[in-house]
């Protein structure tokens, strides 16, 4: 998964609005606040909260 930390530090969680953190060896983007797991596809994250999955 290819997303720049300047990309990362700027995204925020649509549901809550915390902080999120790639997780590399799962390619997605997991919500520090409420904790949904966010899908990357092809390097693009869907930051939908249809798409989430709870933890």
Excluded at 9 to 25: D, S, V
Excluded at 30 to 35: A, H, K, Q, R, S
Aim: charged residues 30%.
């Amino acid at each position: 998964m290819k997303i720049d930390d300047w990309l990362l530090e700027i995204l925020a969680c649509p549901a809550c609005k915390a902080a999120l953190r790639a997780e590399n060896e799962t390619e997605e983007l997991v919500c520090t606040g409420c904790g949904l797991i966010y899908p990357v596809r092809d390097d693009i994250p869907v930051l939908l909260v249809d798409e989430a999955r709870k933890p």
